[in-house]
């Protein structure tokens, strides 16, 4: 009995501190409030999450060079090599509130477009912190007289293969409409990219110049899907607007174009998918300049399952800027989260053909063979290998003119230890090409970067 009555206690005392702070909390005068809105009595609620932790150790991705020291006059190891563990952790909560209506929130460690805590930061304490990675309310139904939703707050979001557009490490804040339309999808979007806080060109000088005003950055996406008999084929067309003001800016648009296809042809997989780019950029100097966007991409893809083995070959290729037209970019552009899209080590890890992380397909032509088996239910193992270059030189220097990025090998194995767990082991060694004399700065040639990691993963 007593210990009922200890527990009694303590709801009791929980429930007073919960009304103290409720009486506390006056809704605003401007705050709206739905009168038709009432709290769900028969929500359905459903969690999950994952956490995933992984160990790295790469050499030589930031320099391309095996002899830079940490310190002047030492001796010990190099300031490109890198070892450290880091881990992610996710929770999230699915209300669904009708059969057409749910609503979504997940949390996720980091902080802005991080997304994990490295291990050892401080002994004996908390790690990390977490913010919203998706928050946003989903709902559909026929009144307009067919199938037809809603999508809106805090979602991850992509385009076709991820030429152009993938923000699904982090999300985007947009407004998602979509309607069933003849035998396939159509799709209006519309994303806040930037709040902005820029300039609106009054002052003579640029640094003087503080005033805010129209300056964010938005996305406006009309997309179409369809299947046509057993071929899936989809569209899109992408406004990026940036209405900078800044004293030497007048702003930007730019125009992507995607049109794609793949198929199941039973005996072969296809795929294809185009990216062309028009707009313009515009400059208020002193000769007044516009830059028009010029970008172009393409990629072609085949697989092949035999039993419990798929070989498959990719090529793609993505436009560079010529180093002798200003008033043009024929460099595709790309808007692409810290992910690995297709190598290891020269997508992901290192500096590419636009001399930046994260480029994507962005001045690149590769070609790549793989292959991908499972030798048993549990394990899975993959294989690939690539041969790069930089679609246009980056330089007319005559040491640093050469398109030759070097080829890849990569290789990854995944293992089952349990219903939802999973052990990986991942990574790549790029043999890296004259391009990267771009990179490395003391006329050498370039030391080949590589890069392992492995890592548990739990998903719940």
């Known amino acids: 009995m007593k210990k009922y009555f200890i527990a009694l206690l303590s709801v009791l005392t929980v429930l007073a501190f919960a009304a103290s702070a409720f009486a506390l909390h006056t809704t605003a005068e401007s705050e709206y409030t739905a009168g038709l809105v009432k709290a769900a009595t028969k929500a359905q609620l459903t ?32 300031s490109d090599n890198k070892q450290y563990y880091d881990e992610r952790a996710r929770l999230n909560v699915r209300a669904n509130v009708s059969q057409n209506t749910f609503g979504f929130v997940e949390l996720e460690t980091g902080s802005g477009s991080n997304d994990t805590f490295k291990w050892g930061s401080d002994d004996n304490a908390k790690r990390g912190s977490m913010d919203v990675r998706q928050a946003y309310i989903a709902t559909q139904g026929k009144g307009l007289g067919m199938l037809s939703g809603l999508k809106a707050g805090h979602m991850l979001l992509a385009l076709g293969n991820n030429l152009f557009f993938d923000h699904t490490k982090s999300g985007d804040d947009a407004v998602l409409l979509w309607t069933t339309l003849g035998p396939g999808e159509l799709s209006l979007i519309a994303i806040k990219l ?18 805010k005003e129209n300056d964010d950055t938005d996305a406006y996406v009309i997309a179409y899907g369809m299947n046509m008999g057993g071929v899936n084929v989809s569209a899109d067309v992408t406004d990026i607007r940036d209405h900078s003001k800044q004293t030497y800016d007048k702003g930007s648009n730019l125009y992507n174009i995607g049109v794609r296809a793949d198929a199941d042809l039973k005996v072969v997989k296809v795929k294809g998918d185009v990216e062309f780019q028009a707009g313009k950029a515009s400059e208020k100097a002193t000769a007044p300049t516009e830059i028009k ?13 035999i039993g419990p083995v798929s070989i498959r070959a990719n090529a793609a290729y993505g436009s560079g800027d010529k180093t002798d037209t200003a008033d043009k970019n024929e460099a595709f552009q790309t808007f692409l989260s810290d992910n690995q899209y297709y190598t290891y080590v020269y997508d992901y890890r290192v500096k590419g053909a636009t001399l930046a992380k994260n480029g ?22 993959a294989a690939d290998v690539y041969v790069l270059k930089a679609s246009k030189e980056v330089s007319s220097a005559t040491d640093k003119d050469s398109k030759k990025v070097g080829w890849e090998i990569d290789a990854k194995a ?21 391009f990267y004399k771009n990179i490395r700065t003391d006329g050498k040639d370039p030391d080949n970067p590589y890069a392992v990691r492995h890592g548990l993963l739990l998903k719940f």
């Not at 930037?194 to 005033?211: F, H, I, R, V």
Request: net charge negative; no cysteine; hydrophobic share 30%.
């Open 293 to 305: 966007n010029k970008g172009i991409a393409f990629m072609l893809g085949v697989e092949a399952p």
């Open 194 to 211: 930037s709040e902005g806080a820029g300039n609106n060109g009054n002052s003579t000088t640029a640094a003087a110049d503080t005033t």
């Open 47 to 78: 969690l999950g999450g994952e956490l995933r932790i992984r160990g790295e150790f790469s050499k030589n991705t930031d320099d391309f060079n095996s002899d830079q020291k940490y310190n002047t006059g030492t001796t010990k190891g190099s």
């Open 360 to 381: 994507g397909i962005s001045n690149t032509t590769y070609g790549n063979i793989g292959v991908t088996a499972k030798p048993m239910d549990a394990l899975k193992l």
């Open 414 to 434: 995944e293992y089952q230890i349990d219903t939802n767990l999973a052990y990986f082991v991942e990574g790549g060694y790029l043999s890296a090409g004259d």
